[in-house]
């Protein structure tokens, strides 16, 4: 990323340290009125968005005013990429050469519950995957409307997995050991989804029934039907913890898992191509002050990095068409403990 630290003013030894607690975002690094994108994240941009790629300190950037920056972030997520906004803390003062800054929110393809970057009403998927010995678990969330499917496909089978892709998930999180199995990673980046590898912890199968009995507050998952299931659990687990961290917001409105069967997956009208549509009953548009921020509310705080062990790559998804999936789990039944 450029020079040395050795050479860089105060400022830019300050956006190389953000970026690199985020090296699989795009960092948008408040600077006054705009948003600012250095060296490899300005010539994504630039390409991206259209926008001319100038330099600063000898370093190439490209800038967004912050007052139009849902639009352009929009545009980024869209495309497939994640974003990491990075705010000022304070403000500037007299005497005062170099003001806090941190990332405040992470905005990903699969994540994303503001109106402003959902395509419409339909489902905007994040779907997880965990490999493991007796199968595939498969989850898909979508946080704007808290559905929440689990599913997991026993030993070779892959009903489930092609089954959940049909939706078109914006975004796919796996654990980072997936990067060893060449077949399923080959599917999952034929999808055209965002791939995202994730902490291998947050997918442990020996965590994964007593964090999602924690969240939502039951004794067991036998209550949602998902008592038998091993790996269909570790990615549910797996796909809570990624939003969780990315989101950096309560997840109360999430309180139901269910297990999809034949009589509810969800058939296109092959005619007009059309979608089911989903409603967002906790959500509201929300207007925006002259900080960026939304109207009435403070700025938020800062937000942990993401504990992936190594950056993923990503692709730009294609259209929004979803069609439906689910089906049968193992036989083993899982308590809570």
């Known amino acids: 990323m450029g020079e040395g630290a050795a050479g860089l003013t105060p400022m830019m030894r300050q956006y190389r340290e953000l970026k690199r607690r985020f090296p699989d975002y795009l960092l948008l690094f408040r600077l006054g009125d705009f948003y600012e994108l250095f060296f490899e994240d300005a010539h994504d941009g630039a390409r991206i968005l259209g926008i001319t790629l100038t330099s600063r300190q000898d370093a190439p950037m490209a800038g967004i005013p912050h007052h139009a920056a849902e639009g352009y972030v929009a545009r980024l997520v869209r495309a497939g990429r994640k974003i990491a906004l990075c705010e000022q803390m304070e403000a500037p003062g007299q005497g005062r050469k170099l003001l806090r800054r941190d990332v405040v929110r992470l905005i990903t393809p699969g994540t994303i519950t503001d109106t402003a970057y959902l395509a419409g009403a339909a489902n905007n998927f994040l779907m997880a995957v965990a490999p493991g010995r007796e199968g595939t678990g498969v989850a898909l969330l979508d946080v704007s409307t808290a559905d929440f499917w689990v599913g997991e496909d026993v030993g070779g089978e892959r009903a489930v997995l092609e089954a959940a892709l049909l939706r078109r998930p914006a975004e796919i999180v796996a654990p980072d050991t997936l990067r060893e199995a060449a077949g399923l990673l080959a599917r999952l980046q034929a999808s055209g989804a965002t791939l995202t590898f994730w902490d291998p912890a947050a997918f442990a199968p020996r965590r994964a029934a007593a964090d999602l009995c924690t969240h939502f507050g039951v004794p067991t998952l036998e209550v949602f039907g998902l008592g038998d299931m091993t790996v269909g659990l570790q990615a549910a687990a797996g796909a809570l913890a990624y939003v969780r961290a990315t989101q950096g917001e309560r997840l109360g409105h999430l309180t139901r898992p269910r297990r999809p069967g034949p009589g509810r997956h969800r058939r296109r009208d092959a005619g007009a191509g059309r979608v089911a549509r989903r409603r967002r009953p906790h959500l509201a548009p929300r207007r925006r002050g002259r900080d960026g921020h939304a109207h ?22 294609p259209g929004r068409r979803r069609g439906a999936g689910g089906g049968p789990g193992s036989s083993r039944a899982v308590a809570c403990r």
């Not at 509310?297 to 730009?316: E, K, L, Y």
């Open 296 to 317: 009435g509310r403070p700025a938020p705080p800062p937000v942990a990095p993401p504990p992936a062990p190594r950056p993923g790559g990503h692709s730009r998804a």
